[in-house]
């Protein structure tokens, strides 16, 4: 089985730019959330989505971010305009309701904003 | 105070000891709890799931919850160098939905 599946796995970037992390998770999940990894805030949760629909957004540091989930099959993060303080590891995860909490992870995207 | 609190480390003990990783969370109606290991630069990847009081036991690994103290611990036992990590302890807010919050994170060090 496929696990859940992220893109760019690494992405540089300069200050300014707009940076799209993509993940398609696994098939038959309900579940889909967005999370960010840093060595001073841990991993906080962004935002999560249920069949499709955002749920709760409040971890969205602020507008330049944005998530979108078109179908079950793939969604994406965005950031515009990306500054250096977006460096980090951002990891998409699913789920499936019954299958009693379990989230999976994907590999993470490697943010490095300059 | 943060919702889920855990030492950062690094926990060092012995090859074969017995590691004992904490965990306090503050929302009293929490209902699911969970340990991840994170290898450095590698994702989280689910350990134990702990729903009830007590202890929850599988191979090496002994999860115990007390839901009147708010505490959460992770007991390995015969520790491996190979169980050097960073173990993070997650709870689930909502009994009905998928709102994880994640501790820090605690790293231990098992060395041979």
């Known amino acids: 089985d496929a696990g859940v599946i992220q893109s760019p796995r690494h992405e540089v970037t300069e200050m300014g730019q707009e940076v799209t992390l993509r993940c398609k998770p696994i098939s038959g999940h309900d579940y889909l959330f967005w999370y960010r990894q840093t060595m001073m805030r841990g991993l906080e949760l962004l935002i999560y989505f249920n069949n499709n629909v955002p749920i709760d957004d409040s971890g969205m540091p602020e507008d330049r971010f944005s998530a979108k989930m078109p179908n079950a099959s793939f969604s994406t993060l965005k950031i515009q305009p990306s500054e250096p303080r977006d460096s980090a590891v951002y990891f998409c995860a699913s789920s499936f309701e019954s299958s009693g909490n379990t989230i999976y992870f994907g590999e993470g995207s490697w943010l490095t904003v300059v | 105070q943060k919702e889920v609190e855990q030492n950062s480390g690094p926990l060092s003990v012995p090859e074969g000891a017995i590691a004992s990783l904490n965990c306090t969370y503050s929302d009293r109606g929490s209902q699911s709890f969970f340990w991840y290991r994170q290898y450095s630069g590698k994702s989280p990847e689910l350990i134990m799931s702990i729903y009830s009081n007590g202890d929850k036991e599988d191979g090496r690994f002994t999860a115990q919850l007390n839901k009147a103290s708010q505490y959460v611990s992770l007991l390995i036992r015969d520790s491996q160098p190979s169980d050097s990590a960073t173990y993070l302890c997650?709870?689930?807010?909502?009994?009905?939905?998928?709102?994880?919050?994640f501790g820090p994170g605690t790293r231990l060090s098992v060395l041979p």
């Open positions: 997650a709870v689930n807010r909502d009994n009905y939905g998928q709102n994880f919050v």
